[in-house]
């Protein structure tokens, strides 16, 4: 017991004070995140779309992210993190609130497209922002803080949000998202330092001169279309796994929203402890390819429970596991790879990998589910899952040693 209480307690030594800021508000930013966790079941349910029109609706997202990423990363490499996090939160906020009055697919879609390219120019700034506060030595954990708040927010939020969804109904839950995301801003306002912001701009000559782009890093392209295919696959959490619960498992909105909230609970009590072990080792792609390998697992559990409350547990511990293994070690091969003057490009394309799975993983999922039922759709994702395994496996044997 003393040994786990020490190791918890070397996790968090050592981390830079405005990692705790960073790390505090995007707690509170995702406190207020349920959108992406319930929109699904609003445009089933309130507005009456299929389950493949909500996908399509979703898939937005996906393209307002990969968009909204590749101007973070332009914008980052250009000017201060701390001004694009500020007026990315205040702004997505603002945009959220159009979902109020958003009734017909074009509406809805636009407003999330617009929503998802506001909030995600905030990603490569964050990322630039954890650089900037961390060490080599200590980067995986302050990657893994910044996880644990958004976790610890993701935990809290669909508990909270799916009795709200239930009770008082779903478009509260784009208010009390819009509130979270300006008191993010207005924390980092206050407590982030601010001196320095016109220094730290940097023109188009020094940046084309300085290193090379990421876009001819060929193993770097690599590991980012391996990253999109695992977030396709990952992302099913989000996408079609809430209408897998609710019209084959007959689970209400308050008992999938417990189920998600376990999967950011657990990830805020084992992956900082878990972390500060493994990354001595410093073999990041061995834990990568673990954590990958945890996918078809969890779908194969979820497919042959047949909609028991057990096995839907098992899914949700071992998908856990998968993203403590491999996002934290995955994250810090993108900030560790370029040098300063390119963070903000290598950021952004491993943001915008995210942003591809998020326009691939509603419209695949949701629409294998919807044609040919949810079996075949776990099939399916079992398969990706197994090639993106193999994938990074290949993309290791080309490494040095100690990133094995």
């Not at 996790?11 to 930013?29: P, T």
């Not at 893994?144 to 109904?169: D, E, M, T």
């Not at 493994?278 to 042959?304: D, H, M, N, Q, T």
């Amino acid at each position: 017991m003393k040994a786990i209480l020490a190791l918890y307690k070397e996790s968090f030594s050592a981390i830079q004070r405005n990692i705790w800021v960073l790390s505090i508000a995007m707690f509170i930013n995702r406190s207020g995140s349920m959108v992406l966790l319930f929109t699904s079941l609003y445009l089933t349910k309130e507005l009456h779309f299929t389950i493949a029109e909500a996908g399509l609706a979703l898939s937005f997202y996906g393209i307002g992210s990969v968009l909204g990423s590749y101007a973070g990363g332009w914008l980052t490499d250009r000017y201060h993190f701390y001004n694009i996090m500020f007026y990315s939160l205040i702004s997505s906020g603002f945009i959220l609130l159009l979902l109020l009055a958003a009734k017909t697919p074009i509406f809805i879609s636009s407003v999330i497209f617009i929503y998802a390219f506001a909030a995600d120019i905030f990603r490569p700034a964050n990322s630039k922002a954890i650089a900037a506060y961390s060490s080599p030595e200590n980067r995986t954990r302050s990657v893994s803080l910044v996880r644990l708040a958004v976790n610890l927010g993701f935990s809290v939020g669909p508990a909270v949000g799916g009795f709200i969804a239930l009770y008082l109904g779903y478009k509260l839950l784009f208010v009390i998202d819009a509130i979270t995301s300006v008191a993010a801003a207005g924390l980092l306002f206050m407590y982030l330092p601010k001196k320095e912001l016109e220094q730290s701009k940097v023109t188009s000559a020094e940046i084309k001169d300085s290193s090379p782009s990421a876009y001819r890093d060929i193993p770097y392209l690599v590991f980012i279309l391996l990253v999109a295919l695992y977030g396709v696959c990952f992302f099913q959490l989000f996408a079609s796994i809430p209408q897998y619960f609710d019209t084959v498992c007959n689970y209400s909105e308050d008992t999938i929203g417990l189920l998600l909230g376990l999967n950011g609970l657990l990830v805020v009590l084992i992956e900082m402890p878990l972390v500060t072990y493994l990354e001595k080792e410093k073999k990041l792609f061995r834990y990568i390819i673990i954590g990958v390998l945890c996918l078809p697992v969890s779908f194969a559990i979820l497919k042959f429970g047949e909609g028991m409350l057990l096995p839907a547990i098992a899914y949700t511990v071992i998908i856990t596991l998968s993203e403590i293994y491999a996002m934290p070690f995955m994250m810090n091969y993108s900030l560790s790879r370029p040098k300063k003057e390119r963070q903000g490009q290598y950021s952004a394309l491993y943001s915008i990998a995210y942003g591809v799975s998020n326009i691939v993983a509603p419209v695949l999922g949701l629409g294998l589910a919807n044609r040919y039922g949810f079996n075949t759709m776990f099939y399916v994702l079992i398969g990706l899952s197994i090639l993106a395994a193999i994938g990074f496996i290949l993309l290791s044997k080309k490494k040095k040693p100690n990133i094995l």
